[in-house]
């Protein structure tokens, strides 16, 4: 399973610098399930391309059966090898820990910048439907284009698949942007591949922190992300409540009666 993140903003070579990894080297990260490896497809000043590829080693996931409760009865036939889920997320938030903090050093007002981003991911279980994708993404900034993939594309009469291809366009700053992806690519799948416990609020919370309070379907979004752990969809909505009733709201001016002095 793979995702690219492009720019165009000039010099889009900026994007190794946003994402703490050079354009000019293959670098591989060791996961508990498999093998991260970063990689740019394109480099030119006009246009980047950084490549997540996650390889996921079926038999270290299966050693990982006590804690992961989704495989105890399909461990070893499933799409985790293939489809953007958990397992991707997790490898992102690894990999891109500095880029997701926001982190720029001597050039933080760059990675402050909202800046032009394409998203592509070929494969994105989506339960509900493509439409769950444009609800999700859209209200954060996103274009959403997702793209149904057919069950087989010789066989019509079979429909589509539950998988989408997903491709998200906008104007946004990167560490957002791979926050949204953190929080809401295990959110799509509806699965998380090991045990949720009460800390995994706070890993919302801090992840969603300036837009999922605000975000109109942050219910189906926390309880599907949460799903798991008993009670915790519950506090975390709690919480979110507590922030947006400490937003500020923008004043509304009362104009004054007029008083009408008796002659």
């Not at 990675?111 to 994105?124: C, R, S, Y």
């Not at 799948?189 to 090991?194: C, G, W």
């Amino acid at each position: 399973m793979y995702l690219t993140v492009s720019t165009t903003r000039v010099p889009a070579t900026d994007l190794g610098f946003l994402l703490h990894k050079h354009p000019d080297r293959v670098q591989e990260f060791t996961q508990p399930f498999g093998t991260a490896t970063v990689f740019y497809p394109e480099v030119t000043e006009t246009r980047c391309t950084a490549a997540l590829l996650l390889e996921v080693d079926p038999i270290a996931l299966a050693r990982r059966r006590r804690s992961t409760p989704d495989f105890a009865l399909a461990q070893y036939v499933n799409d985790r090898s293939y489809a953007a889920s958990s397992l991707l997320a997790a490898a992102l938030a690894d990999v891109f820990r500095s880029a997701r903090g926001g982190r720029g050093g001597s050039r933080q007002a760059v990675a402050d910048d909202k800046i032009p981003l394409e998203i592509a991911i070929p494969v994105l279980p989506c339960r509900g439907g493509s439409g769950v994708a444009t609800r999700l993404f859209g209200p954060l900034g996103w274009t959403v284009d997702a793209e149904p993939i057919p069950l087989d594309e010789t066989i019509t009469e079979w429909g589509d698949s539950r998988y989408v291809r997903l491709r998200l366009t906008g104007t946004v700053r990167l560490a957002d942007a791979l926050n949204h992806l953190y929080v809401l690519l295990p959110v799509f799948d509806e699965s998380k591949h090991y045990w949720q416990g009460p800390d995994e609020v706070d890993k919302l919370l801090r992840s969603g922190a300036g837009w999922l309070e605000t975000h109109p379907d942050r219910e189906l979004i926390t309880r599907r992300y949460l799903g798991r752990g008993p009670g915790l969809a519950a506090r975390a909505l709690e919480r979110l409540a507590e922030v947006e009733d400490f937003r500020p709201r923008r004043r509304t001016t009362v104009p004054r009666p007029t008083t009408h002095r008796s002659r």
